[in-house]
């Protein structure tokens, strides 16, 4: 069992085809960015041993329970079982919560605290002593790059350590892409728990955003129905693509667009069933080009892969989740000849990539910056398919033979005090601090 302070963290994703499908089991490919959130967990003073405190700076949420006030009685007793939890939400603790949430109004705030509380009840025991859980992200919220399942993912990771549900990740060897049975076994109970929170925050979700934040890397996914395991397909040797991701700062909330698909469905299920259908040969097209041999991915190939690209945005189109803004960055990047643009995630506003010729000159790709950025857009460079879920632990057990910077790592004030991503990324990040072990 690990204990307080520790840091977690989880990626954000880019879908790159078969966004909305997902929901209705067909299957979608999509890569961890290098984007991430990242909790830290710090225990109480004395005086507040019986608080349970979230301090969620970037939701703009600060909020305390008496630990003792929460809906105990209600928690049903399969989440203290180590198996998998069910992935349907349990109605009755999900109504007791909202007596707990009564004075949270914000959608964007309730949501994340819904979740948290949720796992907070099926994971801890009330006897578990006051902490705070802080979360500070690098990810754009609400921009289709995955923000909630990379929150859900840091949640259930630090309730599982807590708990002792699961262990710190093992050394896997010199390879870090050795397979650990340990750790895979962690992953998988994380990614399960994380769902829930998920579930929590836009009630249908396909499932795909937290399995690649807690595993990583890139993947296909599908989303099974009747107690069947979702599909989960790594997909090693995932060819460098070259990518601009553009948020259109356009905010949007995936429960919502999510929602209208479902309503169109309903509506028109003979026009929305083939779309959905299209979507899937689609991605099962684009699948197949992604695992051609690294030697077979000539210019015909990128060709092949940039047409499947407009393909895509023009179905998501015909299901209503564009944007006007999302448009104006597909012209701007199709004036410019650049290479092809789809909107990732729910859409409806958040982000597009547009997957870049490789022949296009770097100039070209300067003027497109600008242009998107003189307005209001704002152009992320990140890289594709990196880790998943991961944490930091102190080196030393006893506080009080820490070195400073430690004492900052673990710092509550410290991490509140982080200005922008920079910031962030540069203080505890992934890949900028050592000592980050990943699952
Ligand atoms: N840094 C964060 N701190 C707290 N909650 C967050 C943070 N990032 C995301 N969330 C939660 O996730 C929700 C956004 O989820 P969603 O609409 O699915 O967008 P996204 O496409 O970014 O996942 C927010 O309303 C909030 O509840
Ligand atoms: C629209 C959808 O396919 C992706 C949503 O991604 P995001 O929450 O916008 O990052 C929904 C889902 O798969 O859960």
Redesign the pocket.
């Known amino acids: 069992m690990v204990s307080a302070p520790f840091l977690v963290s989880a990626p954000?994703k880019v879908i790159l085809f078969g966004e909305h499908a997902a929901v209705y089991g067909k299957p979608a490919i999509a890569a961890a960015v290098s984007l991430r959130?990242y909790l830290l967990t710090t225990k109480h003073v004395a005086e507040f041993s019986d608080v349970v405190t979230l301090e969620?700076?970037?939701?703009k949420?600060q909020y305390s329970w008496k630990i003792h006030s929460l809906p105990w009685n209600v928690v049903p007793k399969w989440s203290m079982d180590t198996v998998r939890p069910p992935s349907e939400l349990n109605t009755v603790l999900m109504d007791a919560l909202e007596q707990s949430l009564v004075a949270v109004l914000n959608?964007?705030?309730?949501?994340?605290a819904l979740?948290f509380l949720y796992l907070y009840l099926c994971l801890c025991r009330p006897d578990m002593p006051g902490m705070t859980f802080s979360?500070?992200?690098t990810?754009?919220?609400?921009?289709?790059?995955?923000?909630?399942?990379?929150?859900s993912v840091c949640v259930a990771a630090a309730l599982c350590l807590l708990s002792g549900e699961v262990s710190p990740p093992e050394t896997k060897g010199d390879d870090d892409s050795d397979f650990n049975a340990t750790n895979y076994a962690s992953i998988e109970l994380i990614d399960a728990w994380a769902f829930l929170g998920e579930r929590c925050?836009?009630g249908n979700p396909s499932g795909i955003?937290n399995a690649v934040a807690s595993h990583g890397g890139a993947v296909m996914f599908q989303r099974m129905t009747k107690g069947n395991p979702n599909v989960r397909e790594s997909m090693r040797n995932f060819p460098p693509l070259k990518l601009l991701l553009i948020d259109s700062r356009q905010p949007?909330?995936?429960?919502v667009q999510v929602s209208n698909v479902a309503t169109l469905l309903q509506n028109y299920p003979l026009v929305t069933e083939p779309i959905l259908n299209g979507i899937q040969a689609l991605t099962t097209e684009a699948y197949k080009l992604l695992l051609m041999p690294k030697e077979k991915c000539d210019d015909v190939w990128e060709e092949r892969l940039r047409e499947l690209v407009r393909v895509n945005h023009g179905m998501l189109v015909a299901l209503g989740v564009s944007h006007p803004k999302l448009e104006a960055i597909r012209m701007a990047a199709d004036e410019l000849e650049i290479g092809e643009t789809k909107l990732t995630?729910?859409g409806g506003g958040?982000c597009a990539i547009t997957l870049v010729k490789r022949d296009v000159e770097e100039s070209r790709i300067l003027e497109l910056k600008a242009r998107l950025e003189g307005h209001g857009f704002e152009v992320f460079e990140t890289s594709l398919g990196g880790f998943g879920a991961g944490c930091l632990l102190p080196t030393k057990s006893d506080a009080a033979e820490w070195e400073e910077w430690e004492e900052k790592l673990f710092s509550l004030h410290h991490l509140l005090g982080l200005g922008d991503r920079e910031d962030i990324q540069k203080t505890v990040g992934v890949g900028s601090i050592d000592g980050w072990a990943f699952w």
């Open positions: 954000g959130s969620f700076p970037d939701v949420l959608p964007l705030q309730r949501s994340a979740a979360v500070r992200s990810l754009p919220i609400g921009a289709g790059l995955g923000s909630s399942a990379s929150v925050m836009h955003d949007r909330r995936t429960a995630g729910a958040g």
